[in-house]
Each structure stands twice: as structure tokens, then as C-alpha cells.
């Protein structure tokens, strides 16, 4: 065995040292000579008829080096080698039509990396975790809104205590915001995010910090020592990455420390950890604190999104139905909110909701490369015809039926392979891209060529070459053995097969082109309904800061007093139109309260509505519309009658058919008044419609209800120059506050489509391709048979037929294979763009628009594809056609 | 020229390599051939280019190494020696030969018995 492997490596090195080896023997041979020489002469023979023996005994020169050369290598191999530079050189003759060979081959190479690359990111590397198959998610109930799914700790000490399926439980409060804190290093402080994770979630991750350490377990007790954890990021762009961090004290103010304190860095975390590209992606998160587990933070309800580790073997389903009865029987001694357990592999939650769209891109791509190889086969099999005397040739010296399909499929092969360089290009430019987006997808940033990535492009560069060589080499080896030396040279047409096969090609195209237009085309539909979407706000030229302090306020009074000041001088910068305060922002956080009104009592269902603390002139500067009724004014301040502007869905839900104006409703404990009711705007998602929302004015809130605060601006100027201005009217009225989380409005509409835009326009370029790929298979198979029949049409043209006929007998057959192709395609698109539904806004699966549209637009290029090549076929000089035999 | 000289068998000269390098230590590819010539007594019928596949193909399977020398008068060659692998094989190989040509020899001067 050893020895074999032996023998193969000498023999797989010599392929590669060929002239070298060849040299050595020549040496060999020479000295050989001269000695066999030397002692002949030494015999008494002369000098020239001593060489000649010498060269009789060795046997001939040549001989031995080829028998030297048959024993050393590969013969296989050398074959391969030999068809593989034959392939090289005979693309290098035909330039032009190895370039397109290569080109369309390349993008189909890249397109399909890239989405696998997508595939691999979202749904098939592991997660960075140690043993990432046990973890689960825990989340409780199946409602989508996040305060519902959350657990409350008792829950969570429970189970760790007492579960037999689970390791470890651990969790992270999802209700930190972004840019909550304060944070200074220096003098200037800035926004930070921090996310509270319970003090286990670390080591139930298998995470260590990469300087410093976990934290320690007084810092995780209620009131303990205050203490950070700070992601890579941070610390490389505030700490210059320096490891003496550790250790060290910072000032966080904001979020829900009461006054700036100083917090000890316990540690830093590793590069690839973030958590928030799992949980929450487009966001970031800059520092972990610990979430005390205890009876005090049980007693803020629902506030840990869990994570568990099961046991081995243990399985979900098992895990789920012990925590439900672990929970009910824990419910029955204590009060505790409700608790209903669902527990599903983790990498489902992250990126499971994305499963569908990396499919719809993953058949896209097939599709794609499937034309690809019918494009490629087209293209060989028209050149196969012009190689046919040179396959006849072949089989003339020798070259046997195998020999020859085998040149052929390794020329295919070599093809692809250039290809492949191509698009590896491209898809490392496309997957840097893509990684680099700022999009709401989770694991995005993780989008690489990696080693499986790689090898699926080798895997769809052989399969691609194989497929699209194996008609072209079957057809031209059977041509070259049946003895195609019989036929002419050219001018004659090579037989109906040959024309049957392009023509099935052609339809095959057009059929996929086809599916793939109309789900495109499905998908770009309902991203511009979406765009159309009435969003009940007007996002142009605004401009949103953070403004809340780093303190707590003590009272009502001393808040509404910072804030008038604040917005009294935002208001005087002259680019500003309006200015207002919110403390939620459309498709950021958000929060239900119920509400109950006197004449509906507690025993009808529970109604709830989004909360929204606003100033007076928040409404008016989004562009929200008053229906009726008024806005708020400084006179519905601290001490006067509570009052509240509700929306229409609000206001259908409480009073349907009334006019809501005047009524009464609770929330919160306190009864308000409705004097104003506006049109509802797009909060959650632009897909969704407005919920029941109630705005109340930030002068009647008690101070604990406020916790972030937004200026929204409008203004004349351009976001970037209007954000300059306000920024420094604020640094004027407080030099300590940060003011450097600014949302564009426009722009945070862009980020909650970028998954919708992503996918189009993947899709959407997909499309495209095919359909210039469709439309140039067509331009080259009606090419090569009007040029087949050009003697034919010269005759036709000498005996009088017109020019219009001759190109419309072409145009005839082209619309003939198209009509054919579109039938096959549109019967297909409509299970495809079922499996669509999903993704589709506003349009139905089998829109009409869609499916009466693409199929002219097919025609159309399918007509100007076979337009050029029918009339040079009209062009034939009769003379000349046939003087050419 | 005598016409009697044998033609040698497939892989029996790979064996004659070996066995000359066992003898004779390291040498270079025309020693190689003369050795054999010599000591078959000018019975065996060697096309010398024969031996340098012969021993290409020894390199190969590593029964053989080789090395660049200076030949006896200075001259630059391509000397050869015998690896361990190459002596086992060799020992195996000349048992071999021995069993066969004992078998053969049994066989060929067996008395000729008369038919009844």
C-alpha cells in the first residue's frame, strides 16, 4: 500500500518536472555513452565505430527515454494534462467564443456562491457557540409582540433548580434601547448601548471574555457592585484596544443608572460575539451588564428573553412539555404572570424566519445556472459543427468514440474552470458587500467565501462543465464516427437532430427566463406597493436626536422645564420648519397598555393600544394628520384635566360608529379625555397596518413614564445640514449631552426594507440575466441556422421571393420556439409564485399585471434576438451563396 | 555475435538490478549493465536502455535510491544503491526464483516413464 502511494507521488511529481526529469536522463544517457565509449576504444577499437556499439548496445536513444518516460508517470493523468492544454489552446483560437463561454459562466458561478455563501451564513454554520445543536430558545406563548414572549425570573430560578432536561437556562433582557446610556471616557460623553444579560449567559455559551474575566457573583446580586462587560467594537473605538482596560472605571449615566456613576470594566468580549446580530440585527450593542436573578427583579414581571442548554439527548419537545408543568405547579404557590412555554432550536429563532427567502434565492440560482449550461451548450454545440472535420480527423488517426467525448468534456471542464475564476472574483465582491450592509438580517455580517463555500463553487464549476459539455461532445463524437469526412465541408446543414436539439435549447431558456421574470417581477410589485404604503408620517427631510439627559428628573416640573429649553432652541435654528418631542420612534420600540372605558366594562375582551408620550407640536412636525377634534397645547399641562388624541383604529375599537371626541377612557389609572383624533401611522412594520394607538402630552406624565426622548425635527435644509445645525443649538442649551445618535427618518425606512430590497434585487438581477441570456441564445441559434441555410435563402431570393417573406418565414420559427418556451414557463410560474405568497405585498401570486406583461416583454426580445440574423439572411447574395461551393 | 543469448523474462531483469547493487554497492547505470553482461557469462541478451527503465521504475517503488556522483575517472554519473526495502524485496524475490527454478529443474529432468 505503501509503496502504491509511493509510486503514485513520484509519478504525480514527474507530471509536473517533466523537462527537468527529462534533462537528468539525457545526462544519464550521455555518460552512459561515453563510458561504454571509452572502454570499447581502451578494447583497441577506433573512436567513431567504438560510439556506434556503444549506441547499438544502448538501444536507441529515443526508446529508452520513452520507455524511461512511460515508467515514471501518470499515464492517465498525462492524458488529462494533454486534453486540458489542447482544451486552453483551442479556447485561445476562438477567442470570442470563449470569452462569452467564460463570462456567462462566471456569473452563474458567482451568483450561485453568493447566495450559498447567504445559505451558509443564515442557516447552516453553526452558530459561534460551544455545541450550538443544545441550545434553545424559550419563549413564552407564540404572540409576535416581544413584551408578551418574555418570562418572569421566578420562572427562570425554577427551572434551574429543578429541570431534568436542562443544563443551564440564561437569558438577556430584551428591552434595553439603543444609545441608552450615557457613556464618558473623557469629558464628552456619548450614547452607548447596553444589554443586561443574567450572569450565567456567558459560561452556558461557552464564551470567555478575551481580557479580563466574567462577572464576578457579587456583581450579579441586586444593587451589587456596578460592572460592565464591553463588546470588541467599543473597546477598539473608544479604548484604542488597550487590554490595561480591565479594571479601570468609566462614567455611565442614562438608561437606568439614576445619576452618572462609575462602573468597573470587568472584561472585554471576542470579536465575533455579538449578540445583537443574533437577537436584534442591524442594531449594535456595546456593552453587557449583568441582570440580577432574584425575588427583586422578579418583581418587574415578564423582562428575560430565555436561552437553554439542554441536556444530552434531552429533546425540545420534551424540555417544553417539563417546563410547562414546572411552571403551572410553580403558579399555584405564588402569583406570577402567566408562563407558556415554547422551546425551539436556537438557530430556528435567529434565522429561521429567513429559511424561505434563502430558498426562493437558492431555485432562483438554480434556474439560473441551468440556463447558464443550456447558453454554453448552444454556444458549443453551433461550434461543434465547425469542428466537426477536425473530430473526423481524429477519429480517422485513431482516436477512439471514448477518447473523444473525454477531449471534449475536459474543453468543457477547462471552460467552466475559467468561468469559476471569474466568478470566485465576483463573489468575494459580492459576499464583502453584503457582509458590510447595515440590514435587519441576522448573522448578515458573517457572509463569507469560506472552505464550503469554495467547495460548492468547485462542485457547481465541474457539474455545470460536465452538463453543459455532455450534449455538445455526445452529438460531435457520434458526427465524427459516422463519418462526417462523408459530408461536406460546410454549406450543407447538418442534419434535423442538430436543429432539434438548438430548438429545445432555445425553449428550455425562455421557459426558465420566464419563471424567473415573473417571480422577479412578483417581488419588485409588491416592494413598490410597499413604498406606496400610506405610512401615516411623512419621512422627507426629518430628523430625529436623542435627547434625554443622563439624570433622573425628581419632578414633573424641572422635566417639562429642560425640555421646553431644548426645543425652544431647536426651534430657533432658521432651517427648522417644526420640532417635537416623542419617546418611541416609528419601527423601534413600542409598548401596549390597556385601556377600559366606563360603558365597556372588564368582563368584554381586553383591549390594548400603543403608548406615545408626545409635546404639542410632536404631531404636526411628522406630518401626522388631525381628523378631528384639536392638538394638545401648553394650557394640558401637570394639574389639568387629563386629556389624550387617539387614532382612528383607536377610536373603532373603543366607539364603533361614534364620534370619539368628548369620551372617557382609562389607562394607566388615570381617566383621559379624547379631544383630538388623528390618522394612524406605520409604527411596526411597513407591512403592517396601524394598531390602536393613544398619544399622550409629556406635561401630564408622571416622571417615571419617560425614559427616552426624541426630538423630531423638520427643516428646509437637507437631513445632513439641518443635523449639524440642530446639534449645535443643542450643545448650546446642554454642552453635556450626547447628541450623537441621530436617526434620518428616510433612511430608517431604507433599513426596515433592506431585507425586502435585498432579496428583489438579488431576484431581480437574476431575471435580468436570464433574460439576456434567453435573448442571446436565441440571437445564436437562429444565427447558425440562417447561416446553415444561406444557400438555400440566395436560391429563394433568385427566384423571387421578397426579402419581408424570407425574414418573416425566420421571425416565424423564432416566435414559434419563444410562444412554446412561454407556455412551458407561464405554466410553471404558477406553483413558483405560490411558493413566493410569503414575500408578496399586496399581489397576488398569479397577478395578472405580471402575467401579461413578462410574456410580451419575452416575445419582444425574442423578436429583436432573431431580427438581426433574419435580415442578414435577406441580404444573401444568391451569386455569392452559391458560388461559395 | 553468438545468436544463442537468452531474451530475458518480464521482471526477472528488475531482480538482476538488485541483485548487482546487493553485490557490487552503489553504481551507476552502465556499470549496472556491463555487471550483468559479465557475470552472466555474455548469456543474457541486454538492450542497456532497458535497464534505465528498469531502474526508474525500482526508484519508483523505492527499492532503489539515487544520488549524482564522480565515476572512477572523474566523470560525472548517476550512481545507485539499495534501500532496506530493496534488500527484503530482493531476498523474497531470490527465494522465489530459487523455488521456481528448483520446480522447473524437478520437472524438466524427471525420467521419461514408458507407456505400457
Known sequence: MIRRLRALLERSRSLFTTQALDAELEEELSAHLEMATEEHVRRGLSQGEARRIARIELGGIGAAKALHREHRALPGVETLLQDIRYGVRSLRRERGFAVCAVLLVGLGVAAST??????????????????????????????????????????????????????????????????????????????????????????????????????????????????????????????????????????????????????????????????????????????????????????????????????????????????????????QSQQLNMFNPRVRPLREQVSGAFRPIVYVLAGSVGLVLLIVCANVSNLLLARSSARAKEMAVRAALGAGRRRLIRQMLTESVVLSSAGAVVGLALAAAGTRLLASLQAPVPLLGNVRLDGLALASALGVTITTGLAFGVMPALRSSAFAIEGA????????????????????????????????????????????????????????????????????????????????????????????????????????????????????????????????????????????????????????????????????????????????????????????????????????????QP???????????????????????????????LTGQVREALARAAPQLPTDDVRILETMLQQTLAPRRLVASLLTAFAVFALMLAAFGIYGVIAYATAQRRKEFGIRLALGESPGRLRGRVLARVLALTTAGLMLGLAASLPAGRLLRGLLFEIAPADSVTFATIPLVLLLAAALAGYLPARRACRTDALEALRDE | MTTDRIDLVQGTLDVLVLQTLSTMGPLHGYGIARRIEQTSGRQVLLNQGTVYAALVRLQRDGLIAAAWGSSDNNRRAKFYTLTKAGTKHLAAETRQWRRLSDVMNRVLSAPPERAR
Open chain 1, 485 to 688: 469526412l462523408r459530408q461536406k465541408g460546410r454549406g450543407s446543414s447538418d442534419g434535423r437532430g442538430h436543429g432539434r436539439m438548438l430548438g429545445g435549447l432555445v425553449v428550455t431558456q425562455v421557459a426558465l427566463a420566464c419563471v424567473l421574470l415573473i417571480g422577479a417581477t412578483l417581488l419588485v410589485r409588491s416592494f413598490v406597493r410597499l413604498l406606496d404604503v400610506d405610512l401615516g408620517f411623512e419621512p422627507a427631510r426629518a430628523i430625529a436626536i436623542r435627547i434625554d439627559p443622563g439624570v433622573r428628573f425628581d419632578t414633573v416640573a424641572r422635566r417639562t422645564a429642560y425640555y421646553d429649553d431644548l426645543l425652544h432652541h431647536v426651534r430657533d435654528v432658521p432651517a427648522v420648519q417644526a420640532a417635537g418631542l416623542i419617546d418611541v420612534l416609528p419601527f423601534g420600540f413600542n409598548r401596549l397598555w390597556d385601556v377600559t372605558t366606563r360603558e365597556q366594562p372588564a368582563t368584554s375582551t381586553r383591549s390594548t393600544a400603543f403608548v406615545r408620550i408626545v409635546s404639542e407640536d410632536y404631531l404636526p412636525a411628522m406630518g401626522v394628520t388631525l381628523v378631528s377634534g384639536r392638538h394638545f397645547t401648553t394650557a394640558d399641562r401637570e394639574g389639568s384635566a387629563p386629556v389624550a388624541i387617539v387614532n382612528e383604529a383607536f377610536a373603532r375599537m373603543l366607539w364603533p360608529g361614534q364620534d370619539a371626541i368628548g369620551h372617557v377612557f382609562t389607562s394607566s389609572d388615570v381617566d383621559r379625555e379624547v379631544v383630538g383624533v388623528v390618522r394612524g401611522t406605520r409604527h411596526q412594520a411597513l407591512e403592517e
Open chain 1, 114 to 331: 453568493i447566495v450559498f455563501s447567504i445559505a451558509n451564513a443564515l442557516l447552516v454554520r453553526p452558530l459561534p457557540f460551544a455545541d450550538p445543536e443544545t441550545l434553545v430558545w424559550i419563549a413564552n406563548g407564540t404572540q409576535p409582540d416581544q413584551s408578551a414572549r418574555t418570562v418572569q425570573v421566578a420562572y427562570v430560578e425554577n427551572m434551574r433548580r429543578n429541570s431534568q432536561f436542562f443544563a443551564d437556562v440564561a437569558g438577556y433582557s430584551p428591552f434595553y434601547r439603543e444609545g441608552d446610556y450615557h457613556l464618558a471616557v473623557g469629558n464628552q460623553p456619548q450614547r452607548a448601548t447596553g444589554m443586561p444579560i443574567t450572569c450565567n449567559l456567558l459560561p452556558l455559551l461557552g464564551v470567555e471574555p478575551i481580557v479580563g474575566r466574567n462577572f464576578s457573583e457579587d456583581q450579579c446580586l441586586w444593587n451589587g457592585p456596578p460592572a460592565v462587560l464591553i463588546a470588541h467594537g467599543l473597546w477598539v473605538r473608544r479604548f484604542a484596544g488597550d487590554p490595561g482596560i480591565v479594571g479601570r472605571t468609566v462614567r455611565l449615566g442614562g438608561g437606568r443608572v439614576a445619576a452618572p456613576a462609575a462602573v468597573t470594566v470587568v472584561g472585554v468580549l471576542p470579536p465575533w460575539f455579538d449578540l445583537a446580530a443574533l437577537f436584534a440585527p442591524g442594531t449594535r450593542v456595546d456593552f453587557y451588564m449583568p441582570f440580577p436573578l432574584g425575588p427583586e427583579s422578579n418583581r418587574n414581571g415578564n423582562t428575560l428573553a430565555l436561552i437553554g442548554r439542554l441536556r444530552p439527548g434531552a429533546a425540545p419537545d420534551a424540555a417544553q412539555a417539563e417546563t410547562a408543568v414546572l411552571a403551572d405547579t410553580l403558579r
Open chain 1, 691 to 721: 394598531g390602536a394607538e393613544m398619544y399622550f402630552s409629556f406635561r401630564q406624565m408622571p416622571v417615571y413614564e419617560i425614559s427616552q426622548s426624541y426630538v423630531v425635527v423638520r427643516g428646509t435644509s437637507e437631513p445632513a445640514a
